[in-house]
């Protein structure tokens, strides 16, 4: 049931126990764009089952072992753990556990070619790779187009090896699309190697994936590009990073300002420091708490002795010969109302200026989609700004087979939230081909026989552990991975943290005797037993309540169970039961685990 009102005397309605509410229910799963089983997995990772946790996720994020490394990590935020004491389950990390200490590497059978409409895919980033292996597991003949030399896009672009071993890109991007038949033509840029109006004319469907390349120019108060930004020395983040990342000649000076809050300034700032920089600075112009980038990597940043400046931005780049960057001209900040992107904006204090010296600028404020490649005469409908409008339902642009999504279209943002566009991207070029949507699998509830969780672990007092990295003096090399991971044992014990949402009581209220028995136990006062005059009397289970005279009603209040199951232990009449609840949509973004949670004392 839910509370309706938070006075002394709250009301509270039912809420019939459907599909939409099990996985509005499941916090993780609804924070995650692709709606990862999350609970599940972790469940899986808590008996040691590794293996099983990495093929769930990659059903749902196509690059587990990536994603383990670089998620924003939208699905911790709202995990219920957090109530308990304040962390949440290290979901991300997890991920990483179930890649790394699988013992098979699970490259798949190569799907049969069921389908005589080819798909062509302009970008081998997150969206392409995700759009290509559901399309090919359809059975379309798909080939995808990238500039880079490899597949991967942001994840080997714009991504450090010391994050993101190149071995790990390489198995689950380039040997996985291979493994589904995939086509990958790198080294070709469209637009210059081969017109987008050629793959209109040779393709069926054309999906546009390309992410987003153009860096934005260093502006200052007024919005207006600073003076300076042509002194050697100035560079944007991404060029600077696929430099690194390639293995290309790399300046890096002695003192090197990073302008920008957001992970590739934390990418970039840490990779200065491994070039040697002897000071590096990051500078924003509003506070640690607006900042894009996560606490962890702006402490880790700090760990290596990257320092921050809050509150400041720059209104020009000095040079002393009129050749090389020697310093930075900056004005302090104070933050006025909100602006358009819901932070609050940024304002210069007159009086307030001053100069940082330096010898390199790295601008990190993010990169718009390149569209100069896109034909005028194609007639694409576009936004002011130059991108191509798609309908949110089809995501078919106005020229019918061309698709586009990912970043390209809805601006940069993460990993994950590309890949769930791409998903969706390949259901609606299926549907377009004349191809079937997967039929969905019926919803069901599986009761957990004899619960007693709580009984058998002390997962509620596991601490949180933040995943073992290198030590710092071990830390300065641009191809050494800095976090090492959790063990296999580390793996184990911070999964059985997780408090299993996808699980819920049930008590049965034809047996119920109302006893309390339940209510006395549960740790977290989760179970009330409260009055008819406490549910609202629109109510659609106590129709006629407001008639009767006497009754009570048993209220599970979800945020604060944490599934320990000693109600159920508790219960005299075994009216009260655990289940898991398990559905499958359309295309396959709710996807079935048939894998039970089994309980602690089951672990292998």
Not at 74 to 100: F, M, Q, T, Y
Request: proline content about 6%; hydrophobic content about 35%; aromatic content about 8%.
């Amino acid at each position: 049931m839910d509370e309706l009102d938070a006075s002394l005397d709250p009301l509270y309605r039912s809420e019939v126990a459907e599909p939409d509410w099990y996985k509005t229910n499941i916090p993780c799963q609804v924070g995650c764009p692709a709606h990862t089983d999350v609970s599940t997995y972790i469940g899986l990772i808590s008996q040691g089952r590794f293996d099983e946790a990495y093929l769930i996720n990659r059903r749902c994020n196509v690059t587990p072992g990536v994603l383990g490394r670089t998620c924003a990590r939208p699905c911790e935020p709202v995990c219920r753990r957090n109530k308990i004491d304040g962390k949440p389950v290290s979901i991300c990390w997890l991920k990483r556990s179930a890649h790394d200490h699988r013992e098979y590497r699970h490259l798949p059978e190569r799907p049969a070619i069921t389908q005589s409409k080819q798909v062509a895919i302009v970008g081998a980033g997150s969206a392409g790779l995700a759009c290509a292996r559901d399309l090919a597991e359809k059975g379309y003949p798909v080939t995808i187009f990238d500039s880079y030399p490899v597949a991967g896009g942001m994840m080997v672009g714009g991504i450090p090896i010391w994050r993101l071993p190149r071995e790990v890109t390489y198995e689950e991007c380039d040997e996985y699309m291979d493994a589904l038949g995939v086509k990958l033509q790198f080294n070709t840029t469209i637009g210059r190697d081969v017109q987008l109006t050629d793959l209109l004319r040779d393709y069926h469907a054309v999906y546009l994936a390309a992410g987003c390349q153009v860096p934005k120019e260093i502006t200052g108060p007024d919005n207006k590009v600073v003076p300076g930004v042509e002194y050697q020395g100035v560079v944007q983040g991404l060029p600077f990073l696929e430099k690194v990342n390639f293995g290309e000649p790399t300046y890096v000076g002695k003192k090197v300002v990073v302008l920008g809050g957001g992970f590739t300034a934390m990418d970039c700032c840490r990779s200065a420091i491994r070039f040697g920089a002897e000071k590096v600075y990051v500078l924003y112009r509003r506070t640690k708490e607006e900042m894009p980038s996560d606490e962890y990597e702006v402490d880790e940043a700090m760990l290596e002795h990257v320092e921050f400046q809050y509150l400041v931005t720059q209104t020009e780049i000095i040079s002393n010969d009129g050749v090389h960057v020697s310093g930075i001209k900056l004005i302090r900040n104070k933050l006025g109302d909100p602006d358009s992107s819901g932070r609050r904006k940024a304002i210069p204090v007159s009086g307030t200026e001053f100069t940082i010296d330096c010898d390199m600028v790295i601008a990190a404020f993010g990169q718009d989609a390149d569209t100069t490649w896109i034909p005028k005469d194609l007639a694409v409908e576009k936004n002011r700004w130059g991108i191509p409008l798609v309908n949110r339902d089809s995501w078919m642009t106005s020229v019918p087979g061309l698709f586009a999504g990912g970043d390209y279209t809805e601006g940069a943002r993460n990993l994950i939230s590309a890949i769930a566009d791409g998903r969706d991207a390949a259901t609606a070029i299926n549907r377009y081909l004349g191809g079937e949507d997967k039929v969905a699998e019926e919803a069901i509830e599986i009761e957990l026989p004899d619960f007693r969780r709580g009984m058998v672990d002390n997962y509620e007092s596991i601490p949180w552990e933040v995943i073992p990295s290198l030590p710092l003096d071990k830390r300065f090399s641009i191809t050494v991975e800095s976090e090492t991971g959790y063990s296999p044992q580390e793996a184990v014990e911070q999964a059985r943290r997780c408090l299993q949402c996808a699980l819920n009581i049930m008590i049965d209220p034809s047996i119920c005797i109302l006893c309390s028995g339940c209510v006395d136990i549960c740790p977290y006062d989760c179970i009330s037993m409260e009055g008819l005059k406490r549910v609202v009397k629109s109510d659609p289970l106590h129709q006629g309540a407001g008639e009767w005279t006497a009754g009570a009603d048993m209220i599970i209040d979800e945020e604060k169970c944490i599934r320990c199951g000693l109600c159920i232990v508790r219960c005299p009449t075994d009216a009260i039961s655990m289940v898991k609840f398990e559905v499958a949509s359309v295309n396959d973004r709710w996807n079935v685990s048939k894998i039970p949670v089994i309980n602690s004392q089951d672990r292998r």
